[in-house]
């Protein structure tokens, strides 16, 4: 398979895996509902294989393996397919030959224009990518070493929670787990869980640690971020709110520390300062100090 097939997602997604076409598209691959579950990413009410980058990574690669077979080993005519569908391509490929006319990607003139489109735009980037200092574009250089980790847990994990007793942004694993639509893992879907590997081992005991989570419900909002250029189709986020997240306050008494404190909630201290957006160690009695149940 040509490694050019890496940099398909720009095309399809901006390497968003949390993304939304308007056909109902999602995920790095862009999958739409039926090729999603034909190609084994389930889709439930909290959870959606289409988001996890490594189950639609398994999953597209075979379904190109599969039209690139189909088209007889023409991968351009297996991308065009890709995007707009087997059976389409293979008709314009008919009329082609119907009419005596070439039947390669670039003589279909009857594919859709997004189609038409596609394929020269994974070109392009391929071309950037391999000649960067020519079109004078500067890449970051990357180590290739491994920055995530998996765990398996076979309970439901508040991946918020989680995320603020290690001191991390709330919304850091929930961004690493797309799949999980509401923060909450679903082991009966997927039991793995995906953390940056600089801090596995910490996260790892924290989830040990905690009880299984109760399940939250989840609204997807209509948004109007716009069009993304880099992506082939318009493409609406459907940001999560957490309607049943928990918050409490406590009132800072004589003798205690935020170590008893953090302790006392099940929190950890740099969790309870970011929370509270305190620079310091310090606190005084009568002060309120907002927790994260």
Excluded at 183 to 211: D, F, K, M
Aim: charged share 25%.
């Amino acid at each position: 398979m040509p490694t050019e097939i890496a940099l398909l997602p720009f095309v399809e997604s901006a390497f968003d895996p949390d993304i939304f076409s308007s056909a109902g598209a999602a995920g790095l691959w862009q999958f739409i509902p039926d090729t999603g579950r034909r190609y084994g990413l389930q889709q439930a009410k909290h959870y959606d294989a289409r988001m996890d980058p490594f189950a639609a990574t398994g999953a597209a690669l075979s379904y190109l393996q599969e039209l690139h077979d189909e088209f007889n080993g023409d991968w351009l005519l297996a991308l065009a397919a890709y995007n707009c569908g087997e059976k389409r391509v293979q008709r314009e490929i008919d009329n082609n030959r119907a009419a005596g006319l070439p039947a390669d990607f670039w003589h279909l003139s009857g594919l859709p224009k997004e189609t038409r489109e596609y394929v020269p735009r994974l070109l392009a980037f391929k071309e950037l990518i391999r000649n960067a200092p020519r079109y004078g574009v500067s890449l970051a250089d990357t180590p290739n070493r491994a920055r995530l980790a998996q765990v398996r847990v076979n309970k439901p994990v508040d991946l918020r929670r989680v995320a603020l007793m290690a001191g991390l942004n709330s919304e850091h694993l929930i961004n690493l787990n797309p799949c999980f639509r509401t923060g909450v893992t679903t082991p009966e879907y997927s039991n793995r869980i995906v953390l940056p590997r600089s801090q596995a081992q910490q996260l790892a005991q924290i989830i040990e640690s905690q009880p299984p989570a109760a399940s939250r419900q989840v609204y997807a909002s209509k948004s109007s971020s716009g069009y993304n250029r880099l992506a082939t189709v318009k493409i609406r986020k459907k940001p999560v709110q957490y309607a049943n997240a928990k918050s409490k306050s406590h009132t800072v008494r004589r003798g205690e520390t935020l170590q008893t404190i953090a302790q006392k909630h099940g929190m950890t201290v740099e969790a309870l300062m970011k929370t509270n957006s305190k620079h310091t160690s310090r606190i005084r009695v009568g002060e309120r100090l907002d927790i994260i149940a």
